[in-house]
């Protein structure tokens, strides 16, 4: 069976990355069976020293796109049948801005924000013995930190990158409007990376002006329960 290398539950939701909660949701969209292998140690063993990574008998495939890219020609998906040229073309632009561009609103949003950043240092850091945990989630912030800073995100306030989410947000809404998936009745690939992400500012219990403003799109909300009754039943 697949094994997919991840966090582990965290934050009231299955795991705390939006790459693990897509290829997650892919596989399980797609009824393929697989098993989660959870701990913050598989980065350690992560061949690029991120997750998710699978290992599907021996085969090892890391980054959640290339994963994707690898299932669907292994297995037989539903996915991505019935979608017209224009639709995929759609999906990867928008499948991209989310990976690329929301991603960094959600990691400024836990990893920065003094209100949310106790919380996930509690989550992560705490197995850390006593007199060494302020040093490495020092280190680990400031690791963060120089991450946004390099990428762009970490020059801007507070209000815009809340500003940013928010508009991205709004495109995802507008996107859905009242369809049940992006594209019409039937889930697609575009819709396990938008669950991905939206379920970690939705459904997890982090509460800050980031995760209000989310939910404040009642058809995301609704989108966001409505796959994980369905998908995500215990
Ligand atoms: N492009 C990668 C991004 C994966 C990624 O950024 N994973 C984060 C967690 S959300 C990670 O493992 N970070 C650990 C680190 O950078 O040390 C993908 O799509 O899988």
Redesign the pocket.
Known sequence: MIKLYS?GPAFGVLD?????M?VDAWMRMSGIPFEHVSSVGN?RK?PK????FIDDGGKVV????L?IDYLRQQYDSPLEQGLTVEQKAIAMMVGKSL?EHL?WCLVYSRWIRPDTWPRVKATFFNVVPLPLRAVVCWAAQK?VRR?LHLQGFGRHTDEEILVMTTEMLQALSDLLGEKRYMFGEQPSTLDSTAYGFLCEFILSDIDNAFSQHARKFNNLLQYCERIRDEYYPS
């Open positions: 966090f705390p990355s939006p790459f693990v897509k980065l992560a020293g991120k997750l998710p890391a980054d959640s796109h994963i990976d991603y690791k991450s």
